[in-house]
């Protein structure tokens, strides 16, 4: 005897303009870190001027900026896969956030040349 036809379960309601919300969102935050990525080549110039660095001292740090930023690229397919979707976006923004304040905390050094100094000696 064949099983009785069933009516698929009834959806929730249609998500309407929530979900262009969230592309806009994610869009939003995908060209704010392209064009962040873009600062430290754009303000070479202006940043060894006013710092006295070297073009070895800029060197060093578009070396160490480039390093962490594809470190970052293969650790965070592995969180991604781990935590999800929304729990892993969540987590990076806040980290994007928190390094982004950090920056307003690099007027603390003393000398301002040592900063070229200070990266190249936590990593050789």
């Known amino acids: ?6 009516t ?9 303009r929530f979900r262009w919300v969230i592309c806009a969102l994610l869009f939003l935050a995908t060209t704010i870190n392209y ?30 900026f480039s390093l962490a930023y ?11 896969d781990r935590l999800g979707t929304k729990i892993g976006y969540a987590t ?3 980290f994007w ?3 982004a304040i950090g920056h307003a905390f690099a007027h ?4 301002k040349t040592q900063a070229p100094k200070v990266i190249q000696s936590k990593l050789y």
């Open 92 to 94: 990076a923004l806040v």
């Open 35 to 64: 064009v962040d990525r873009q600062v430290v080549s754009l303000l070479g110039p202006t940043l060894s001027q006013t710092f006295g660095w070297t073009d070895l001292d800029y060197s060093y740090i578009v070396f160490n």
């Open 70 to 80: 594809a470190i970052g690229l293969l650790v965070s397919g592995g969180v991604i």
């Open 8 to 16: 698929p379960p009834a959806t929730s309601a249609p998500v309407g």
């Open 97 to 99: 956030s928190v390094a």
């Open 1 to 6: 005897m064949p099983a009785p036809a069933t």
């Open 108 to 111: 603390k050094l003393e000398n």
